[in-house]
């Protein structure tokens, strides 16, 4: 869907020149708070790092009152002087935001999720078989029924050909009920591309005796032959989705306060965290075991194929990676497949009517399995989260997931290594308190957001502005009205606490692109226009700035008429942050 946006769209930005900050309060931007995570952004060279520590006891029980003289935060083994704290408890029982009057539209998170941390469960289809995820589903009911607590802000995801909101957060267990019975599984994103398995009522006569068995069995090997080709494009494939649905992830809830806690139920990742450490694909030990005899050049170049493309996507997963961690997501990865003894793989090849090899192919498939779960306790190693493998209770693990966001505290420093150059650095938490365990990513990598190379803005907005759900590294408000011979007038209210700034001769420089596209409710592009206010403000502007937000007008020549949409985004230059939303043009 960004692609088809993006070919559809012109976001080619025309500067602004002026940016007018008086006779504008109905909706004023807000400072974050002292009892709000402080988010990490980007002042000119000047990085926030933002870690977060679950603590419990030895018996899992969250400590809380601690404070910050009770950490040590360590990155390379070095002590980091610990400049944000913000204990657990003070994240619950925010008051929720006034009513916002008509015309006026916000992406701020408190007027989404007012209250305490939030939870994703994530129904993976991109990465998981039907009939797992069906499992996964009925699991993520019986949570919802029996052990779901008061006060538990939960969101319900799906990971298809894209990231889909199937609910937004909700404290009500019915809705969420509903909206798990209205979702239904499907088959993976490459299900219809895979070769059919074979049918040996498919003219070959089993008793014509040994040439009719080896027809057959060349036959059934041609067919795997053409399967282990496909593994590469599937690795491939899985591998853009996941990748795109975590940069989803990141745009969503990075301005939500706080550690956020994503349940990602699946049979696996194609990828880990630290693309250097990457684990064997069966496709690759198929390759490479002895035990399988005369191996076709189709497996040898399956294997080939899946040990680049394990590799391929390096620079975004690294990049992917710091966005997360960015937006203090802890992923719990919880495996749907549940107990595996091995038998379910010869189960699986009988009822495809495939030949069952107990031998090699076994061995590589529960090789592949076992590689797959350690990706996912790499995965929760470096995001600060849990994997739950081999087990089936699966809505017991989404209840100890969930159980975490009581035991989180958030650290903040600034790293005394100053220099950003995109490499691995290790971060160690620890408690003075005896008798507690404590549990953070393993670190992140030293990426800074305004050097990366080969950006495409465009793309990256329209990427944006497909989310499902409303981006939130860049805050705003917007009131949306008609005007004039079939003009929309739009006003932008930009929150300054969530852009960067340059040091620039006579003061500070904002580089920020705005966005907007009419859309009628089939989908088709009605009007679109983007403005950029790329300047430098002396120091009394850059204040009022500061204190009241950064205010653009903005009119879209496109009739108010109907159930047309207006989609709106804002786009930080300098570091690629981007904030959406989705408005009513109704008359």
Request: a neutral charge; glycine letters at 8%; proline letters at 6%.
């Given at each position: 869907?960004?692609?088809?946006?993006?070919?559809?769209?012109?976001?080619?930005?025309?500067?602004?020149?002026?940016?007018?900050?008086?006779?504008?309060?109905?909706?004023?931007?807000?400072?974050?708070?002292?009892?709000?995570?402080?988010?990490?952004?980007?002042?000119?060279?000047?990085?926030?790092?933002?870690?977060?520590?679950?603590?419990?006891?030895?018996?899992?029980?969250?400590?809380?009152?601690?404070?910050?003289?009770?950490?040590?935060?360590?990155?390379?083994?070095?002590?980091?002087?610990?400049?944000?704290?913000?204990?657990?408890?003070?994240?619950?029982?925010?008051?929720?935001?006034?009513?916002?009057?008509?015309?006026?539209?916000?992406?701020?998170?408190?007027?989404?999720?007012?209250?305490?941390?939030?939870?994703?469960?994530?129904?993976?289809?991109?990465?998981?078989?039907?009939?797992?995820?069906?499992?996964?589903?009925?699991?993520?009911?019986?949570?919802?029924?029996?052990?779901?607590?008061?006060?538990?802000?939960?969101?319900?995801?799906?990971?298809?050909?894209?990231?889909?909101?199937?609910?937004d957060f909700t404290t009500d267990p019915q809705v969420l009920l509903t909206a798990l019975q209205k979702y239904k599984p499907q088959d993976p994103v490459l299900g219809a591309t895979l070769p059919p398995a074979l049918s040996t009522s498919s003219g070959v006569d089993l008793r014509a005796g040994g040439g009719a068995a080896e027809m057959l069995a060349t036959a059934q090997d041609q067919v795997r032959n053409f399967s282990a080709l496909q593994v590469g494009y599937d690795m491939e494939i899985r591998t853009q989705t996941t990748l795109a649905a975590m940069r989803s992830l990141a745009?969503?809830?990075?301005?939500?306060?706080?550690?956020?806690?994503?349940?990602?139920?699946?049979?696996?990742?194609?990828?880990?965290?630290?693309?250097?450490?990457?684990?064997?694909?069966?496709?690759?030990?198929?390759?490479?075991?002895?035990?399988?005899?005369?191996?076709?050049?189709?497996?040898?170049?399956?294997?080939?194929?899946?040990?680049?493309?394990?590799?391929?996507?390096?620079?975004?997963?690294?990049?992917?990676?710091?966005?997360?961690?960015?937006?203090?997501?802890?992923?719990?990865?919880?495996?749907?497949?549940?107990?595996?003894?091995?038998?379910?793989?010869?189960?699986?090849?009988?009822?495809?009517?495939?030949?069952?090899?107990?031998?090699?192919?076994?061995?590589?498939?529960?090789?592949?399995?076992?590689?797959?779960?350690?990706?996912?306790?790499?995965?929760?190693?470096?995001?600060?989260?849990?994997?739950?493998?081999?087990?089936?209770?699966?809505?017991?693990?989404?209840?100890?997931?969930?159980?975490?966001?009581?035991?989180?505290?958030?650290?903040?420093?600034?790293?005394?290594?100053?220099?950003?150059?995109?490499?691995?650095?290790?971060?160690?938490?620890?408690?003075?308190?005896?008798?507690?365990?404590?549990?953070?990513?393993?670190?992140?990598?030293?990426?800074?957001?305004?050097?990366?190379?080969?950006?495409?803005?465009?793309?990256?907005?329209?990427?944006?502005?497909?989310?499902?759900?409303?981006?939130?590294?860049?805050?705003?408000?917007?009131?949306?009205?008609?005007?004039?011979?079939?003009?929309?007038?739009?006003?932008?209210?930009?929150?300054?606490?969530?852009?960067?700034?340059?040091?620039?001769?006579?003061?500070?420089?904002?580089?920020?692109?705005?966005?907007?596209?009419?859309?009628?409710?089939?989908?088709?592009?009605?009007?679109?226009?983007?403005?950029?206010?790329?300047?430098?403000?002396?120091?009394?502007?850059?204040?009022?700035?500061?204190?009241?937000?950064?205010?653009?007008?903005?009119?879209?020549?496109?009739?108010?008429?109907?159930?047309?949409?207006?989609?709106?985004?804002?786009?930080?230059?300098?570091?690629?942050?981007?904030?959406?939303?989705?408005?009513?043009?109704?008359?």
């Amino acid at each position: 869907m960004a692609a088809n946006l993006f070919r559809r769209l012109s976001l080619r930005p025309c500067v602004a020149a002026v940016v007018v900050l008086s006779g504008f309060c109905w909706l004023q931007a807000q400072a974050p708070t002292s009892a709000e995570v402080p988010r990490p952004t980007l002042r000119v060279t000047t990085h926030l790092v933002l870690v977060d520590a679950v603590v419990t006891d030895k018996q899992g029980k969250p400590i809380t009152g601690l404070h910050p003289e009770d950490f040590n935060v360590q990155e390379k083994g070095k002590t980091q002087k610990i400049a944000f704290f913000t204990p657990p408890e003070a994240l619950q029982n925010r008051p929720a935001p006034p009513d916002l009057a008509p015309g006026i539209y916000t992406n701020r998170p408190e007027f989404r999720t007012p209250g305490g941390p939030v939870t994703i469960l994530l129904l993976d289809a991109n990465n998981t078989p039907f009939r797992d995820q069906a499992y996964a589903r009925l699991q993520m009911l019986q949570y919802v029924r029996r052990q779901m607590k008061p006060g538990e802000r939960i969101g319900v995801y799906a990971l298809a050909n894209s990231l889909l909101v199937i609910q937004d957060f909700t404290t009500d267990p019915q809705v969420l009920l509903t909206a798990l019975q209205k979702y239904k599984p499907q088959d993976p994103v490459l299900g219809a591309t895979l070769p059919p398995a074979l049918s040996t009522s498919s003219g070959v006569d089993l008793r014509a005796g040994g040439g009719a068995a080896e027809m057959l069995a060349t036959a059934q090997d041609q067919v795997r032959n053409f399967s282990a080709l496909q593994v590469g494009y599937d690795m491939e494939i899985r591998t853009q989705t996941t990748l795109a649905a975590m940069r989803s992830l990141a745009r969503i809830l990075e301005g939500v306060p706080g550690r956020k806690t994503v349940v990602w139920l699946t049979a696996g990742f194609p990828f880990e965290l630290i693309p250097e450490q990457n684990n064997i694909s069966e496709a690759e030990l198929l390759a490479d075991l002895p035990s399988v005899k005369q191996k076709s050049v189709g497996a040898i170049a399956s294997g080939a194929v899946a040990g680049t493309e394990r590799t391929s996507h390096g620079e975004e997963i690294r990049q992917a990676a710091a966005q997360l961690a960015a937006a203090q997501i802890a992923i719990y990865p919880v495996d749907v497949r549940g107990l595996m003894s091995g038998m379910e793989f010869q189960a699986e090849d009988v009822a495809n009517r495939q030949a069952v090899d107990s031998s090699g192919r076994a061995i590589a498939r529960m090789s592949d399995a076992a590689a797959s779960q350690e990706t996912m306790r790499d995965i929760a190693a470096q995001t600060g989260g849990r994997a739950f493998v081999n087990e089936n209770e699966i809505a017991d693990a989404v209840g100890l997931a969930i159980s975490d966001n009581t035991a989180a505290y958030s650290l903040g420093y600034y790293p005394e290594d100053k220099k950003w150059d995109g490499k691995y650095r290790t971060i160690k938490v620890k408690v003075t308190r005896e008798g507690t365990q404590v549990r953070s990513r393993a670190g992140y990598y030293a990426i800074d957001p305004s050097q990366i190379k080969d950006r495409n803005p465009e793309r990256e907005v329209a990427e944006g502005l497909a989310d499902m759900a409303p981006d939130t590294q860049v805050t705003f408000s917007a009131r949306v009205k008609s005007g004039e011979k079939g003009k929309v007038g739009v006003d932008f209210l930009v929150d300054p606490s969530t852009l960067s700034t340059e040091d620039a001769s006579g003061g500070k420089k904002f580089n920020v692109a705005f966005y907007a596209a009419v859309f009628s409710p089939e989908g088709k592009i009605l009007a679109n226009r983007s403005m950029k206010v790329d300047q430098t403000f002396n120091a009394d502007t850059y204040q009022q700035i500061l204190q009241h937000g950064m205010l653009l007008h903005m009119d879209v020549e496109a009739p108010p008429s109907g159930n047309n949409r207006l989609h709106l985004a804002v786009r930080d230059n300098h570091t690629g942050n981007l904030g959406t939303l989705n408005a009513s043009l109704s008359p």
